[in-house]
């Protein structure tokens, strides 16, 4: 479709816009501006030209990726821009022109500059929205793995925990009185190691066995023995006394919690994690002083402020100790304070000068554990 040959340039110059525009096509995508800004004088050459509708054609694909792939801040403004420009042409045609077909030819303008502008306009954006979902996802994909690592890593830490407040209390008395009845040849004092010995192998794989049982299914509503509370302290105390005596230790419970002076009905439960926390770091540090301590007394103190937080106290003789030992990996320690952190409380632990009436020094073990329940009258 060509217009009548009224132009005084001969009809091979409208190849002229059409090469160059068709040429600079090629680079629409990677310099769509400078596409554009040909395309805009290809097509006005080719108005003094008979005309090519391929330029045209051609031309309204350069407004559209220069709409698509040109910088943003410029191509969301141009389906406005060309919009405003239709009008504007349409206007003046129809004034100058007074005739309809001056409509009809506002309406090619805006075919041919204002549709594939909007056309651009729309696919852009619905790029920029799939790859902002596809960021997204991304993202929370990434933010899953994240949480799911951080989760293994501290199920695994608990577990470990668990895992060595379970059997290194026994295991170290089992190491102590194999020692002492390997080193000692009495028949009286072997007899009564090998007995602490079994006691405390046969205890030690009872409760393997049921942390075994709670790694495997976790599903039963019965609290487990491998979560303890405050109640079985007294007996974690028996214990420590019988596996310490070989070696001289003694151990004294000071529970200074209301009702827990063994003359009340008791003291007050507290929350589960807390009393659970509090009964391993005893636990961890009567094994400790199984393994450390010089030969004296290891006291224990509990005191808890109504309303505001339990604290712990264990104390023990620090100093060189002639007897059977067993190594530490320091594990204990770390995980006391991890127990202590996850709650938001405080830990530390160090050797200090003991009392005057007391040894020259003393291991001390101290642990604040926050008490969050509103059950609990404010002190």
């Known amino acids: 479709m060509q217009r009548p040959d009224t132009s005084p340039t001969p009809p091979w110059a409208a190849l002229v816009p059409l090469v160059v525009i068709c040429c600079q096509a090629a680079f629409r995508r990677t310099r769509p501006m400078t596409t554009l800004l040909v395309g805009c004088l290809a097509l006005i050459g080719d108005l003094f030209t008979v005309g090519s509708l391929i330029t045209i054609v051609v031309f309204t694909d350069a407004v559209y990726s220069a709409v698509v792939y040109g910088p943003a801040r410029f191509t969301r403004h141009l389906p406005k821009i060309t919009?405003?420009?239709?009008?504007?042409?349409?206007?003046?045609?129809?004034?100058?022109?007074?005739?309809?077909?001056?409509?009809?030819?506002?309406?090619?303008?805006?075919?041919?500059?204002?549709?594939?502008?909007?056309?651009?306009?729309?696919?852009?954006?619905?790029?920029?929205?799939?790859?902002?979902?596809?960021?997204?996802?991304?993202?929370?994909?990434?933010?899953?793995?994240?949480?799911?690592?951080?989760?293994?890593?501290?199920?695994?830490?608990?577990?470990?925990?668990?895992?060595?407040?379970?059997?290194?209390?026994?295991?170290s008395a089992i190491a102590i009185h194999s020692t002492a009845a390997l080193s000692l040849d009495d028949p009286k004092t072997t007899r009564g190691a090998l007995e602490?010995?079994?006691?405390?192998?046969?205890?030690?794989?009872?409760?393997m066995r049921r942390l075994i049982g709670l790694l495997r299914d976790n599903s039963d509503d019965r609290e487990p023995a491998a979560r303890?509370?405050?109640?079985?302290?007294?007996?974690?105390?028996?214990?420590?006394?019988?596996?310490?005596?070989?070696?001289?230790?003694?151990?004294?419970?000071?529970?200074?919690?209301?009702?827990?002076?063994?003359?009340?009905?008791?003291?007050?439960?507290?929350?589960?994690p807390v009393e659970q926390a509090a009964y391993r770091i005893v636990q961890e540090s009567l094994t400790n002083a199984l393994k450390h301590a010089a030969p004296g007394l290891v006291n224990i103190v509990l005191e808890h402020t109504a309303g505001r937080r339990l604290t712990v106290v264990v104390t023990s003789p620090y100093g060189p100790r002639s007897g059977p030992r067993a190594?530490?990996?320091?594990?204990?320690?770390?995980?006391?304070?991890?127990?202590?952190?996850?709650?938001?409380?405080?830990?530390?632990?160090?050797?200090?000068?003991?009392?005057?009436?007391?040894?020259?020094?003393?291991?001390?073990?101290?642990a604040a554990l926050p008490v969050r329940d509103d059950k609990e009258p404010e002190a």
């Open 83 to 171: 919009g405003v420009l239709t009008v504007v042409v349409t206007g003046v045609l129809l004034a100058v022109l007074r005739a309809a077909e001056s409509l009809l030819l506002g309406i090619v303008f805006g075919l041919i500059t204002f549709a594939p502008a909007a056309t651009g306009a729309i696919v852009r954006n619905h790029r920029e929205a799939a790859d902002a979902a596809r960021l997204r996802a991304e993202q929370t994909a990434l933010l899953a793995e994240m949480d799911r690592a951080q989760a293994v890593t501290a199920e695994r830490s608990r577990m470990a925990r668990e895992l060595h407040d379970l059997v290194a209390n026994h295991l």
């Open 228 to 272: 303890p509370s405050l109640s079985g302290i007294d007996s974690l105390v028996a214990q420590a006394r019988t596996n310490g005596a070989a070696s001289g230790i003694d151990v004294v419970l000071d529970d200074r919690r209301p009702g827990g002076d063994g003359e009340g009905p008791g003291a007050a439960a507290l929350p589960a």
């Open 196 to 207: 602490v010995i079994r006691e405390n192998s046969v205890e030690g794989l009872a409760e």
């Open 327 to 366: 190594p530490g990996s320091g594990a204990g320690l770390v995980g006391m304070r991890e127990r202590a952190v996850l709650l938001g409380g405080e830990f530390e632990a160090g050797p200090e000068p003991g009392p005057a009436d007391g040894p020259e020094k003393i291991w001390r073990v101290r």
